[in-house]
């Protein structure tokens, strides 16, 4: 439980994939369980409550971004696919694809986070780095073992970060050093992290457990039978990847020849829900778009990883048109950046190079692609009603950014990586910081109204006292 809080100042949210609303002179009151109650969207106006009798929020902080400074605030990042266990080896890919890059770098490294000590070292720097660059909820694999996905949902809940935590299931053609010995192994080691998820945080309210078939050439038809049964019955989402690469939708097809298609492969055995995730989804056909429609899964688009694996690019502007649930995932370490800000510049980018072929159309807007990272992320993880917005009755997942100001005289280096002069209209700013911005320009970030990172110290504050 934290405390009443008034935050003042600018906010930038993105409510549709079409609008960037930007709100000056405002103040977002959040309460005491870190739920947005009201909004001041002008606190010049004598009608807001900044200007009222503010007796029952005596006591509370107030925050505020600062002109000055070129601050906002801007909801917090929502990362719908990241392996928490490759951090070490992100930016290491080599010259590698999909299937090399796995047995090359993946597998020997998730295998050696059996070790606790070792797990903990990386899981702690994952989630303190990709707090750092603003994310406040991730979609977490794990690895094989129990004991490193419970340890990673611990510090999750340590560190205040909202997270679905997944132990990897794999079956099938994997190493003899890194495989589950049979179907009832895997099933019976996924229970056991849900139910040490259940254990540490009952109502989910920061950490859940998701089902997390690695992907389809590694699992049995047997073990993903006995998957979706278990997220069907305990009401749990999933997480997988699909269509990443086109060996590996060869490979399913020859593994699975009575499979119409990879994505059938996963309804079939009923893991392609409203609460399902499904990774990349570079090299669908029409008839799999249609049935992730029909099933309103979303799609993790991961346009780093794809790009950096030669897996190809897909079609977001079309999967959105078609009303499927997008949002965006750093997919570490497929994907070189913990940053969901880099893969919205890279979103934009790689829709541009879809367009080259496809038509203006297929093209990403800046605010389509900060929807995606906020919103649609949240709606992909089914929580959509909860965070990725400034609403009322949403619950404080925010960062606040800051971006400074160039000098007037001099020619001294700030501690930003984005370049403001001071005539740039607030819209301008946010495009900077798309494009030039990283985790230096992140000052301070909240979930559900707790602030679980600052830059250098404290953010910005002062008891708000209207007793006297």
Known sequence: MG??????????????????????????????????????????????????????????????ARASESEFFFPGFVDTHIHASQYPNAGIFGKSTLLDWLETYTFPLEASLANRDKARRVYGRCIARTLANGTTTAAYYATRSVDSTNLLADLCLKAGQRAFVGRCCMDINAPDWYIDADPETA???????????????????????IVTPRFGP????????????????????????VSENTAEVQWVQKLFPKSQSYT???DT????????????????????????????????????????LTSGCAKIKALMKKGIKVGLGTDMSGGYSPSILEAVRQATLVSRMVAL?????????????????????????GLGDKIGAFRVGMEWDAV???????????????????????????????????????????????????????????APTWPFDRTA
């Open 218 to 241: 590694s699992c049995s038809s047997k073990m993903l039978h006995g998957l979706g049964k278990l997220a069907a019955k305990k009401k749990l989402p999933i997480q997988t990847h």
């Open 187 to 209: 099933i019976r080691d996924t229970e056991a992290t849900v139910a040490h998820c259940h254990k540490v945080d009952p109502e989910r309210k920061l950490v859940c457990p």
């Open 357 to 381: 072929a496809d038509g203006d159309e297929a093209k990403l807007s800046l605010t389509e692609a900060l929807y995606l990272a906020t919103s649609g992320g949240a709606d992909v993880v």
């Open 264 to 266: 059938e492969h996963y």
């Open 269 to 308: 055995h009923g893991l392609l829900t409203d609460r399902t995730i499904l990774a990349h989804a570079i090299h669908l056909t029409n008839e799999e778009i249609e049935l992730i429609s029909s099933r309103d899964a979303g799609i993790s688009h991961c346009p780093v990883s794809n790009l950096a």
């Open 3 to 64: 405390r009443r809080t008034i935050f003042t100042g600018t906010f930038v949210h993105t409510p549709t994939p079409t609008t960037l609303e930007i709100l000056e002179n405002a103040a977002v009151f959040v309460d005491e369980s870190g739920v947005i109650v009201h909004i001041d969207h002008d606190t010049n106006s004598p009608e807001s409550r900044l200007n009222s009798n503010l007796e029952e929020w005596s006591g509370a902080e107030v925050i505020f």
């Open 400 to 458: 606040l950014v800051g971006m400074g100001n160039v000098p007037e005289i001099g020619d001294g280096v700030l501690d930003s990586a984005v370049d403001i002069f001071g005539w740039e209209n607030w819209e301008e700013k946010v495009a900077k910081w798309v494009y030039n911005g990283d985790d230096r320009n992140t000052v301070g970030v909240w979930v559900a109204g707790v602030e679980v990172y600052s830059k250098g110290g404290i």
